[in-house]
């Protein structure tokens, strides 16, 4: 039976509960275990090459599948100060990457100030965008022309190519408002062959599923979006939910978990195992923590250093030293083609 999460939620699951404790008392989980068997365990950095920055869990939308419980609600958004540390660290490593997030990392105060300086940088700039807060109200309508400014790569969520399974996951009227905004991104040149403008979609499942061969799902949206509504972009990113936070409390409640689980485990991919994006992100949350991966800072697992957990005192030797938290999660990271914020990995 597959087991769960560590301090995942609250949930009351304590057949599995208890099988993770004498899992624990072993030594290893069945995760753990499954890295050994095809030596990968302990796993360990590989570099320091992508920033990936949650500015803040303050977002427009609530979204069933939302690891980070984002919405309109949450206060947590990063300061200008915490902004200035990541970019201070930044400079002792080789990152060439960063990768901004949220919530909706567009409702930060400071998120074109901080922007802007890391295209002063030179660095490649993310942003993972859910389309309808750039129609959400007058003062994001600029973002398109925003973004091409400093050539920042935009991720945009877009679940389906209909809005029935769209609104399904992420509210009434939300695949209206995606459409439209995708269309300001293209006539800004977004998407567009040519002109060095980056725009990608991100697909996750709306079930206890996973996802379909990302390449074939591109396909699918690129013939659907084009013919239906005029729209280009350059690639789509097929992600895999994992089981953690509101989408671990979904799996509960439907009353899917135990499958899904079982589906994650039934599909370790060791080839995946191997490309997990952890091994060259780290991972910074809104108040300066580093974690692993964001999935990690969700569960509150902070990085294993000594010392270095929080940017005031960032150590490059201690990130690139530390041996990597991996728990029953990870399996959605390993599974099939793997999953990464960035998609398949193998």
Request: net charge negative.
């Amino acid at each position: 039976m597959a087991t769960k999460s560590l301090q995942a939620t609250g949930h009351e699951l304590s057949e599995i509960d208890k099988q993770l404790a004498l899992l624990h008392d072993a030594g290893l989980t069945p995760f753990q275990t499954k890295l050994k068997e095809t030596n990968l365990f302990p796993l360990t950095p590989t570099g320091l090459e992508i920033f990936q920055i949650n500015v803040g869990k303050m977002c427009n939308q609530v979204c069933d599948h939302c690891h980070v419980d984002a919405g309109p609600d949450r206060k947590e958004i990063m300061t200008k100060e915490t902004m200035q540390q990541c970019l201070d660290a930044i400079d002792l490593t080789d990152c060439h990457t960063v990768d901004l997030t949220g919530g909706a990392p567009e409702m930060n105060p400071e998120f074109r100030w901080f922007v802007e300086q890391l295209s002063a940088k030179g660095k490649k700039v993310l942003v993972r965008c859910n389309l309808t807060i750039i129609v959400a109200n007058k003062k994001y309508h600029d973002l398109p022309e925003f973004f091409k400014k400093h050539k920042v790569e935009v991720v945009s969520s877009l679940p389906y190519f209909n809005s029935a399974k769209t609104d399904a996951q992420r509210g009434e009227g939300v695949f209206e408002k995606s459409i439209r905004a995708l269309k300001m991104l293209n006539e800004v040149g977004y998407g567009i062959e040519g002109s060095g403008l980056t725009l990608n979609l991100v697909y996750n499942p709306s079930g206890a599923f996973l996802p379909p061969d990302q390449a074939a799902l591109k396909t699918q949206f690129e013939t659907k979006l084009k013919e239906g509504y005029d729209i280009v972009f350059n690639d789509l990113f097929a992600i895999t939910n994992l089981p953690v936070s509101r989408y671990l409390s979904y799996l509960v409640a439907s009353g899917n978990y135990e499958k899904y689980m079982d589906k994650l485990v039934n599909a370790y991919n060791p080839v995946a195992a191997a490309s997990v994006m952890c091994r060259n992100t780290v991972s910074v949350s809104w108040d300066g923590y580093l974690f692993d991966c964001d999935f990690n800072q969700m569960l509150d697992l902070k990085v294993a250093t000594k010392k270095g957990q929080h940017l005031s005192e960032f150590s490059t030797e201690e990130l690139l030293n530390r041996k990597i938290i991996v728990n029953q999660h990870c399996y959605g990271c390993t599974a099939g083609a793997g999953s990464s914020c960035g998609g398949s990995v193998a």
